[in-house]
């Protein structure tokens, strides 16, 4: 049985394990100490569906505007829905996420009386995911940058870049999804390092393991990487 598809085999576990704690340490030597600005729990759950299907510029623009055109989140729950769509256009998908923004904002306000989602630092991870995914559009990455995020839990997001980096090292298999490696990437992560983890994966998959053309001559994790172990040597 394979231990990338089934979590099962404790041995096999083990040794990504022990792998993903080498990458990890790897890429703290690197990169260090990330810092991240820290939300309360409905803003960032606003601001990580303004960030679906775009980059953190067009995110953040999105998000500094509609803080700007509307002073609360009950407002942006009630306005009319055109009036939110254009005030965050920049990050894409306005149609979509408008609707989706608000669609969040009233569940919160009908099941806890208030736009306030801090019960989830109280509940478990599975709880936490599954409230937070019965929220239409909100998937397994949104629950869990929220979880991990605003109420240090356990979670590991897996972004296109997080995806890309896990697959090339071998640390989830081939035919791996997204939605499936949260829970994989959550048994590997060393204790108490998934944001560290979580953001330094991302960093490396920006500035040296590139979807295209990743630039494996300066990689320091080049005997820890399936992806570069399977490249055609070059005869001098």
Same mark, same amino acid.
């Given at each position: 049985?394979?231990?990338h598809d089934?979590?099962?085999?404790?041995?096999?576990t083990?040794?990504?394990?022990?792998?993903?704690?080498?990458?990890?340490?790897?890429l703290?030597?690197?990169?260090?100490?990330?810092?991240?600005?820290r939300?309360d729990g409905?803003s960032e759950?606003v601001?990580?569906?303004?960030?679906?299907?775009t980059?953190?510029?067009?995110?953040?623009?999105?998000?500094t505007r509609?803080?700007?055109?509307f002073a609360?989140w009950?407002?942006?729950?009630?306005?009319?829905?055109?009036?939110?769509?254009d005030?965050i256009?920049?990050?894409g998908l306005?149609?979509?996420?408008?609707?989706?923004?608000?669609?969040?904002?009233? *569940?919160? $306000?009908t099941e806890? %009386?208030?736009?306030n989602?801090?019960?989830? +630092? &109280?509940?478990s991870v @599975?709880?936490?995911m599954a409230w937070?995914?019965s929220?239409?559009g909100?998937?397994?990455?949104?629950?869990?940058i929220?979880l991990?995020?605003?109420y240090?839990?356990p979670?590991?997001?897996?972004?296109t870049?997080?995806? *890309?980096l $896990?697959?090339?090292l %071998?640390?989830?298999?081939?035919?791996?999804? +997204? &939605?499936q490696?949260? @829970?994989?990437?959550?048994?590997?992560?060393?204790?108490?390092?998934h944001?560290?983890f979580h953001i330094?994966?991302i960093r490396?998959?920006?500035?040296?393991?590139h979807?295209?053309?990743?630039?494996?001559?300066?990689c320091p994790?080049q005997d820890?990487c399936?992806h570069?172990?399977?490249?055609p040597?070059?005869?001098?």
């Amino acid at each position: 049985m394979n231990s990338h598809d089934s979590g099962i085999d404790p041995e096999a576990t083990a040794s990504l394990r022990r792998k993903a704690s080498m990458i990890h340490n790897r890429l703290f030597k690197l990169y260090g100490e990330p810092h991240w600005t820290r939300l309360d729990g409905v803003s960032e759950l606003v601001s990580t569906i303004l960030s679906q299907n775009t980059n953190d510029g067009n995110r953040d623009l999105a998000y500094t505007r509609l803080r700007a055109r509307f002073a609360t989140w009950d407002q942006v729950r009630d306005s009319p829905t055109d009036s939110v769509i254009d005030a965050i256009r920049p990050a894409g998908l306005a149609n979509q996420k408008g609707p989706r923004i608000q669609v969040a904002l009233k *569940r919160i $306000t009908t099941e806890r %009386g208030r736009l306030n989602i801090d019960f989830l +630092a &109280d509940l478990s991870v @599975d709880a936490g995911m599954a409230w937070l995914t019965s929220i239409n559009g909100v998937g397994p990455k949104t629950a869990s940058i929220v979880l991990l995020f605003c109420y240090d839990k356990p979670a590991f997001p897996v972004d296109t870049h997080v995806h *890309r980096l $896990t697959g090339r090292l %071998g640390l989830i298999g081939p035919t791996i999804t +997204a &939605d499936q490696a949260h @829970d994989i990437m959550v048994k590997l992560c060393p204790d108490q390092q998934h944001a560290t983890f979580h953001i330094n994966i991302i960093r490396h998959g920006r500035e040296v393991c590139h979807a295209r053309s990743p630039e494996c001559d300066r990689c320091p994790l080049q005997d820890l990487c399936a992806h570069f172990s399977q490249k055609p040597t070059v005869d001098a």
